[in-house]
């Protein structure tokens, strides 16, 4: 039931460190609302899961950091082992003196097979540390330069060594007006590449992370930390130890294996969304009281109208009505208002979990033809409250919830392509055009499948 | 059994005494009454029910009949009568008694319970490197499923199969771990280490007494077993005398008998002849040891044998499904050519 963190890159090894710190603070938690039993299993599985016993007692993270520079690694590190309640093992790091320019394709033919014996002989070493291993998590930004080629060179590395083990990509999508000029290049490689290897990919939008930040945090200046410590939550409001049956008497030792299995059996399908209500400073979490009925009504609001936060959701849009046939969506450019969705997976903590109704998320209306609700639909469950909200619901929706931002950036890459430019960037380092529109067209037959759902 | 007294003047006790150890050699928790087995020649509905307890299926009355029946199937009984009876138990218990014993005949049920039921104490690894060639028939009549559906059902066949992957390697971990810290510990030098049960006993003292109670469960089973091997023919004896009432003509089913033998035959020696090269595969249960490299090779099976025979079974397979892809890939190749404005996208090379 162990769960092995590859952080990749600036972007993975900060992320990385804010979901173990959550982790590990929701671990200590003395606000779980649960019989002090219960408490005591799910830190028991809890630390099986993330941390692994060293002789000072401290808590050793399962992970291994990977980064072009020695720069943020060594602040990761350090930051965690001045916690004084978890550290990473100071063995467990990848990083090169100097850095190696800011290239996708760099990062992609040179270096990762230069280092690639070096760094999974770090990764068997933390999988050997697991009695059982459930699979691997890596964390990584997808429109970066080096980060992101090596990030999608060392997931085929996994795949390779680890053929099943369960391998789940956490994907950083890039601001819409971000500042990288290739950045929609990057993407199409990265997204592409991953698809070939690993098993899910679980995206985060910058763009809407920042939105939950100002509006639903009321943060003034929002950092990356901000932004990051959002991400975190939201990750380890899904990953934390759960009830994964109905009946189950004990927590779940497959988590990836549980997620897999009711998310993304299908090959084609593997783009995963995640939603997480309700979301708010801490200031104003003492002051509020959710009832389950509300949160699940907005969580499955924000399915349907595919709304990235409980603010600003639109009410008016609603599922087909039966022996309506749905309107043919003829292309994903224009605006989608009905979010069909494949798979959804709701994972509910805190108080009362037992008595909440999930009727709505029932409806075949939400799914696409081929897949009954019965299959389609998974609870995870537990009394413990995570992070001192009394109630969270989150919901990772195997869904078209990404049909619309992929269709947009594979666009803008296509525009760019068609015209040649920075190409070169990419074949002085071995990646060809050729090697472009293997990429192109592995993402449109992946729109072209989300789309016709 | 009023009928099959005056048959049997000297042998009065013997029937029953034959079905006791019979009974008496099947597991405790499957095992039903003697008295069953009279009730069921005479269609008593309460034998049905008793019957059916040496069965081990599922939840569920008419699962357990369905699951009954398949099970019958699939070892290759054919009386159409059996396959007739109602789901709800309410008849039939006649032929439940006569695929009972056509069972018990045909793949050696009882022996094949003692083997399954046998107390371990060591650690148990099941070793096969006999390949099985599974021929499956292409259903006789149109599915009507969304293949993206059979696709998705397929995906979570394959994920199980990798978690049931993740649970072995576990398993294999967490007994290494016992059999090192244990090794030096063990009487028999041979074996050098504990097992898990071993190590149990040693841990809580107190489970002996649950390992003595199934050590003798074992051997009353035994021993009922070879008692029941005297008393068998007493039993078929029986079987075949209440047959006898509702057999056709007698010729006629030694003439049925000898073309089912011949066809029999045929089978068997095309099945010999196709598994003639795979005589020599390992199968069957052994206990796991763990030895040194150093250690002395003993006349059982070594992990790393098997291990390179398994590989070599993989890379034919592996060939085989290289082959079978190019097949594919070509009767696609020649479709998409008979098609107008298609062209054929094959998934990313790596």
């Given at each position: 039931m162990s769960i092995v963190t590859v952080q990749l890159g600036q972007c993975g090894n900060q992320i990385g460190y804010e979901v173990f710190n959550a982790i590990c603070s929701d671990f200590h938690?003395?606000?779980?609302?649960?019989s002090k039993k219960e408490n005591e299993s799910y830190q028991e599985a809890c630390k099986e899961r993330f941390f692994s016993e060293e002789k000072t007692g401290v808590p050793v993270a399962r992970a291994v950091l990977v980064d072009m520079e020695p720069k943020v690694i060594s602040q990761t590190l350090s930051m965690a082992a001045r916690s004084g309640h978890w550290k990473y093992d100071h063995q467990s790091h990848f990083c090169q003196k100097q850095g190696s320019g800011n290239n996708w394709a760099n990062g992609y033919s040179v270096h990762g097979p230069r280092y690639r014996e070096v760094i999974m002989n770090l990764v068997q070493k933390e999988a050997e540390k697991c009695d059982r291993l459930s699979g691997f998590f890596t964390v990584m930004?997808?429109?970066?330069g080096t980060g992101s080629g090596m990030g999608a060179f060392v997931t085929q590395c996994l795949r390779d060594a680890f053929p099943t083990s369960f391998i789940l990509n956490q994907v950083i999508w890039p601001y819409g007006?971000?500042?990288?000029?290739?950045q929609n290049y990057n993407s199409v490689l990265t997204l592409s590449h991953l698809y070939q290897s690993s098993d899910a990919l679980l995206v985060h939008e910058n763009d809407a992370i920042h939105k939950i930040c100002a509006?639903?945090?009321?943060?003034?200046?929002?950092?990356f930390r901000d932004v990051n410590q959002v991400i975190a939550h939201q990750l380890g409001s899904v990953f934390?130890?759960?009830?994964?049956?109905?009946?189950?008497?004990?927590?779940?030792?497959s988590p990836l294996g549980d997620l897999m299995e009711s998310?993304?059996?299908?090959?084609e399908f593997k783009m995963l969304g995640l939603r997480n209500i309700p979301q708010m400073s801490e200031n104003s979490l003492a002051y509020s009281t959710f009832t389950w009925p509300g949160l699940i009504k907005h969580l499955r609001q924000m399915l349907i109208a595919n709304?990235?936060?409980?603010?600003?959701?639109?009410?008016?849009v609603r599922p087909p009505l039966p022996g309506h046939p749905v309107p043919?969506?003829?292309?994903?450019?224009?605006?989608?208002?009905f979010n069909t969705s494949i798979a959804n997976l709701v994972v509910l903590r805190g108080k009362?979990?037992?008595?909440?109704?999930?009727g709505g998320f029932r409806?075949?209306?939400?799914?696409?033809?081929?897949?009954n609700p019965q299959e389609a639909f998974n609870i995870w469950k537990t009394p413990r409250a995570f992070n001192k909200y009394e109630k969270s619901a989150s919901l990772v929706s195997n869904s078209q919830f990404l049909l619309k931002l992929m269709d947009n950036i594979v666009g803008k890459a296509w525009n760019m392509f068609a015209s040649k430019a920075y190409v070169h960037q990419y074949t002085k380092f071995g990646i060809e055009e050729e090697d472009f529109l293997d990429c192109f067209t592995t993402l449109e037959q992946v729109i072209s499948s989300y789309a016709s759902l | 059994f009023g009928s099959t007294r005056g048959m049997w003047p000297g042998r009065a006790g013997a029937l029953p005494a034959a079905i006791g150890a019979l009974c008496r050699a099947l597991p405790p928790g499957s095992r039903p009454a003697p008295e069953t087995f009279r009730l069921a020649k005479f269609n008593r509905p309460e034998a049905v029910r008793a019957g059916e307890a040496g069965t081990d299926p599922p939840d569920g009355y008419c699962t357990q009949i369905r699951f009954v029946k398949s099970v019958l199937r699939y070892h290759?009984?054919?009386?159409p009568e059996f396959y007739q009876?109602?789901?709800?138990?309410?008849?039939?218990s006649r032929e439940l008694l006569l695929a009972f014993s056509w069972l018990l005949n045909r793949i050696n049920l009882l022996e094949q319970l003692l083997t399954a039921n046998r107390v371990k104490i060591g650690d148990e690894a099941s070793v096969c490197t006999v390949s099985r060639f599974f021929c499956l028939s292409s259903p006789s009549h149109q599915l009507d499923v969304d293949v993206r559906y059979l696709q998705w059902l397929n995906g979570r066949l394959r994920f199980k199969w990798r978690s049931l992957h993740v649970d072995r390697q576990e398993q294999c971990k967490l007994l290494h771990k016992i059999h090192s810290y244990t090794?030096?510990?063990?009487?028999d030098q041979t074996i050098g280490h504990f097992s898990v049960t071993e190590t149990d006993l040693i841990r809580q003292p107190d489970s002996y007494k649950q390992l003595l109670q199934l050590l003798e469960s074992e051997t009353s089973r035994l021993e009922a077993f070879l008692e029941w091997k005297q008393l068998e023919p007493v039993y078929w004896h029986w079987m075949v005398k209440s047959r006898e009432r509702t057999l056709p003509d007698e010729r006629e089913f030694c003439a049925a008998v000898r073309t089912i033998t011949e066809a029999v035959k045929l089978k068997l020696s095309d099945l010999k002849y196709h598994c003639a090269h795979k005589k020599n595969g390992m199968h069957g249960s052994y206990r796991l040891v763990f030895k040194d490299k150093r250690s002395e090779p003993i006349t059982n099976v070594n992990a790393t044998e098997v291990i390179s025979k398994l590989q070599m079974e993989e890379a034919t397979l592996k060939r085989e499904l290289k082959r079978l892809q190019e097949e594919c890939r070509h009767k696609l190749d020649e479709i998409a050519e008979g098609l107008v404005g298609v062209i054929c996208i094959p998934p990313i090379k790596r």
């Open positions: 938690s003395t606000h779980g609302l649960c930004s997808m429109a970066g007006t971000g500042e990288v000029i290739v509006q639903l945090m009321n943060i003034k200046k929002i950092s934390q130890p759960t009830y994964s049956s109905e009946g189950a008497s004990q927590y779940s030792k998310l993304v059996p299908h090959p709304a990235k936060m409980e603010e600003g959701i639109d009410w008016q043919p969506k003829a292309s994903p450019n224009k605006a989608l208002h009362d979990v037992q008595s909440v109704d999930l409806d075949p209306a939400l799914y696409t033809s081929w897949l | 290759g009984y054919g009386r009876l109602p789901s709800d138990g309410s008849q039939g090794s030096g510990c063990h009487m």
